[in-house]
């Protein structure tokens, strides 16, 4: 089997944890290919810095969440596809890493519609929390005409957070440390990401806190027996389904009639059924009865009613 054919095997038989780390992953070399013919097409003389800012501006600009509102009400989609958007490896790469270790306990206690909900709605989230930051307080005001964001870092956090909420004492190993709970986790990321909103990645930080929120809430509120994700997975059910193929159709034949038959045609027709009867009974002769098979009995038995 190809690698091309084992990666889409696994696609389709992978849970949604897998799926939204293959869905990253593609987005992300889609992304790097681009930028690679990007440079390789414009002339020397270039800085790669230049041509870095060049790229984003002319298109992952149109993928970034932007934390300007009427940058936002123009291209209303990025508040989704920002989500899944990486420009940098080792951004990818932790990304992933955190989103497949949490992502495997959250599965343990939880199921795959609750964690496809809580990576969106924990990265609409961390959006939301981000431009609400940047246009509510001086100190990032300045910044939000030119302050735009994209990972998953978000919704991966409140997948994160979220279990470490829902089982606190659920202890996981952690290198040179050892059994830590995953409630301790979840204050070091928490302090950390309060800690680092005056870096140079204050938005980053924020958005991770917007994940934490949601996931904060959404534990609540299933323990009480509400599935805040549950209207969002209904919607997505229904959009599956407009592009579900169906994998049985039903088939159409038509039959002529006697009547509807030229006289060429219906003599053809009668001599190739009298060459298989014909055909049959030179079988008996020389095999017996048995020897035919279902169809051929059925044919003989039909051909005798009509004669």
């Given at each position: 089997?190809?690698?091309?054919?084992?990666?889409?095997?696994?696609?389709?038989?992978?849970?949604?944890?897998?799926?939204?780390?293959?869905?990253?992953?593609?987005?992300?070399?889609?992304?790097?290919?681009?930028?690679?013919?990007?440079?390789?097409?414009?002339?020397?003389?270039?800085?790669?810095?230049?041509?870095?800012?060049?790229?984003?501006?002319?298109?992952?600009?149109?993928?970034?969440?932007?934390?300007?509102?009427?940058?936002?009400?123009?291209?209303?989609?990025?508040?989704?596809?920002?989500?899944?958007?990486?420009?940098?490896?080792?951004?990818?790469?932790?990304?992933?890493?955190?989103?497949?270790l949490f992502g495997r306990i959250f599965l343990k206690y939880l199921n795959e519609k609750q964690l496809l909900s809580t990576y969106i709605l924990g990265g609409l989230s961390g959006a939301f929390l981000f431009i609400f930051f940047y246009n509510v307080f001086p100190?990032?005001?300045?910044?939000?005409?030119?302050?735009?964001?994209?990972?998953?870092?978000?919704?991966?956090?409140?997948?994160?957070?979220?279990?470490?909420?829902?089982?606190?004492?659920?202890?996981?190993?952690?290198?040179?440390?050892?059994?830590?709970?995953?409630?301790?986790?979840?204050?070091?990321?928490?302090?950390?990401?309060?800690?680092?909103?005056?870096?140079?990645?204050?938005?980053?930080?924020?958005?991770?806190?917007?994940?934490?929120?949601?996931?904060?809430?959404?534990?609540?509120?299933?323990?009480?027996?509400?599935?805040?994700?549950?209207?969002?997975?209904?919607?997505?059910?229904?959009?599956?389904?407009?592009?579900?193929?169906?994998?049985?159709?039903?088939?159409?034949?038509?039959?002529?009639?006697?009547?509807?038959?030229?006289?060429?045609?219906?003599?053809?027709?009668?001599?190739?059924?009298?060459?298989?009867?014909?055909?049959?009974?030179?079988?008996?002769?020389?095999?017996?009865?048995?020897?035919?098979?279902?169809?051929?009995?059925?044919?003989?038995?039909?051909m005798s009613n009509k004669s």
């Open positions: 089997m190809a690698l091309t054919d084992e990666i889409r095997q696994s696609f389709k038989r992978g849970s949604i944890l897998t799926k939204l780390i293959y869905i990253n992953l593609g987005i992300f070399l889609a992304i790097n290919i681009l930028y690679i013919l990007y440079i390789l097409i414009n002339p020397a003389g270039i800085s790669r810095i230049e041509l870095n800012a060049y790229f984003q501006t002319k298109f992952l600009t149109y993928l970034m969440v932007p934390a300007n509102i009427s940058k936002l009400i123009i291209k209303p989609w990025t508040l989704f596809t920002y989500m899944f958007l990486h420009f940098n490896f080792l951004h990818i790469l932790f990304n992933l890493i955190w989103l497949f100190g990032l005001i300045p910044y939000a005409e030119q302050s735009e964001m994209l990972g998953a870092s978000a919704g991966v956090m409140a997948i994160a957070m979220g279990i470490c909420f829902y089982v606190p004492n659920f202890a996981v190993y952690v290198p040179l440390i050892g059994p830590v709970k995953l409630k301790y986790i979840a204050v070091f990321f928490i302090i950390t990401d309060i800690l680092q909103i005056a870096s140079y990645n204050a938005g980053g930080h924020i958005a991770h806190l917007g994940g934490v929120i949601y996931g904060y809430f959404f534990v609540q509120q299933y323990r009480k027996g509400k599935d805040l994700g549950k209207g969002l997975n209904s919607i997505l059910d229904s959009i599956a389904s407009l592009f579900r193929i169906r994998k049985k159709r039903m088939k159409v034949s038509y039959k002529r009639s006697a009547k509807d038959m030229t006289d060429m045609e219906y003599n053809r027709s009668k001599a190739q059924t009298q060459e298989e009867v014909d055909r049959i009974l030179d079988k008996i002769a020389k095999s017996g009865y048995d020897s035919l098979t279902k169809s051929e009995k059925e044919t003989l038995f039909k």
